[in-house]
């Protein structure tokens, strides 16, 4: 089982930058590595929508077509993290930010992911 927390989120002016962490605990670097990692966001009154994803090593990263060439995500599993860089942000991008692991079925379906951390919240102001 892995736990994961998100940090990093906060409030930012349209066009700005965050950088979000998702940082796992009390399991072992082999473990760790062992999940590809998505980050999900969920806006009030709206569904849970995919925003992107890492593969194990990271070599292989997977995004919405709406934060393509904004967001990028990377890992270190030496320090059991994964990150989601999120440049010129937009009010529409607010909402709340959370990380989980991947376990079966689609990458870009939230229904095969489990371990979901709290979230964070990412609020963009125009």
């Known amino acids: 089982q892995v736990q994961l927390v998100e940090s990093g989120g906060g409030l930012v002016q349209a066009g700005g930058s965050l950088r979000l962490s998702c940082t796992s605990s009390?399991?072992?670097?082999?473990?760790?590595?062992?999940?590809?990692i998505g980050w999900f966001r969920q806006a009030p009154g709206q569904e849970r929508e995919f925003v992107a994803a890492a593969s194990w090593s990271g070599g292989n990263t997977y995004y919405a077509d709406s934060v393509k060439g904004r967001f990028t995500v990377s890992r270190d599993n030496t320090k059991y993290t994964v990150w989601l860089q999120m440049n010129s942000l937009k009010p529409e991008d607010t909402a709340v930010y959370s990380c989980a692991a991947h376990l079966t079925g689609s990458i870009y379906s939230h229904a095969g992911y489990d371990y979901w951390g709290q979230g964070t919240q990412v609020t963009v102001s125009s």
């Open positions: 009390k399991v072992s670097e082999r473990a760790f590595e062992s999940y590809r």
